[in-house]
């Protein structure tokens, strides 16, 4: 694929980041809601959560519309992304709702394994429809098209996972509240608004690169954020299926020897990778991207340090979440700062991802500041 073209489809991958920002935080929150209902009765809630979900959705589907449009039209002008890219953007951004709250279903009755394979079957099914468009018709609108059909096929089957038969599950007598009325209470808007910061910071950085470089160099760089993005992926299993244990009824009381064994892990899985990216980038450029990209070897030893940071960053905060710690909203100020660093200087790849290093590193001191302050305050 030509390096614009890339550009431009990392460019609309980011911006569907954002927009799902609302859908984690309410993966969070249903993690941490089904953890505080006994093992017994999740299977019934989870199926009682989907009628609610379903039944809001009919009764709002015009304001849905609605918004969806305006969305659209803000994205279309600011983003600089063409028409097939916004819709691409929303229609992957519904699709990818809906399979993440299956797939944190599964994590909220335990079983890892099967969220493990939804996962799995997603980026499989994407890698392959999209790979074989690639090859055959290297078209931007064919790959959306695959892309949104791959993720289709992953929710029928998601589903089949996680929705157990009503006549097998004892009736659970149990009201679900309006959605507006759940994003009222601090230990929902806390999760929300510090996720909002979590993303902003992977994202941000390609957003702004849209926007003041050049159509090849927004595929280069994309593929140097992507480089980072690798270390956050791996590890990603390990920080949710930790936060889960932190929001369980039944292990919380074990959530500090947790964290710190997440902490190594993710650090040893991360300095694993920053390996191959510092000592043999061009090898790592060209098994990932082509020779093409190997302009950005020089640099991918940078992307691996943030990658390393924000792994660890996104596991300080899921910790400080889990607690409904105010800390936890630093993600926004410091996204807010990130922000202001690179509009002000990005002349270079290596100015860009200086600043990001510099973000994740401010917040992984200012979450292991907060955390042993509140440790302390416990013991006292």
């Known amino acids: 694929m030509p ?19 609302p859908f984690g935080a309410v993966n969070v929150l249903l993690i941490k809601r089904i953890g505080m209902t006994s093992l017994v009765h999740r299977q019934a809630l989870l199926n009682k959560i989907e009628s609610w979900a379903v039944q809001n959705i009919k009764q709002k589907l015009l304001l849905i519309v609605v918004v969806l449009a305006v969305v659209a039209v803000i994205l279309a002008k600011w983003s600089n992304l063409r028409l097939e890219s916004v819709i691409f953007v929303l229609a992957l951004t519904l699709l990818t709702l809906t399979i993440q709250l299956y797939a944190s279903a599964l994590q ?22 999209g790979g074989l468009v690639l090859f055959f018709i290297p078209k931007l609108p064919l790959l959306y098209l695959a892309m949104v059909l791959a993720v ?20 659970l007598k149990y009201t679900l509240s309006s959605p507006l009325t759940y994003f009222k209470k601090k230990h929902i808007l806390i999760p929300i608004l510090a996720t909002l910061g979590m993303v902003g910071m992977l994202s941000i950085d390609v957003m702004l690169v849209k926007k003041y470089f050049g159509p090849d160099e927004v595929g280069l760089y994309a593929s140097l954020s992507l480089l980072a993005k690798v270390i956050f992926y791996l590890t990603l299993p390990l920080s949710t299926v930790a936060y889960t244990f932190f929001t369980g009824r039944d292990s919380k009381q074990d959530s500090l020897k947790i ?53 660890l960053a996104y596991l300080y905060v899921g910790y400080l979440i889990s607690i409904n710690h105010r800390a936890s909203l630093n993600t926004l100020w410091i996204l807010l700062l990130q922000a202001m660093a690179l509009t002000l200087y990005h002349q270079s790849f290596e100015q860009v991802m200086t600043i990001n290093i510099m973000a994740v590193s401010l917040l992984v001191v200012s979450c292991l500041l907060s955390t042993t302050m ?7």
């Open 3 to 21: 390096l614009d073209l890339y550009g431009e489809y990392m460019a609309s991958i980011v911006y569907f980041g954002m927009l799902t920002l």
């Open 108 to 129: 909220a009755v335990k079983k890892f394994f099967t969220s493990g394979m939804v996962g799995i079957l997603m980026t499989v099914l994407k890698i392959l429809v």
């Open 152 to 171: 289709l096929v992953a929710v029928v089957i998601a589903r089949r996972w996680v929705i157990t038969s009503p006549s097998k599950l004892e009736v």
């Open 259 to 311: 964290l710190l064994g997440t902490s190594l892990l993710v650090l040893i899985s991360g300095l694993a990778i920053f390996v191959g990216y510092y000592f043999f980038p061009e090898l790592v450029v060209k098994l990932i991207f082509s020779s093409k990209f190997l302009q950005i070897a020089p640099v991918a030893y940078l992307a691996g340090i943030f990658g390393v940071g924000y792994s």
């Open 374 to 380: 509140h440790l302390r305050s416990i013991k006292r």
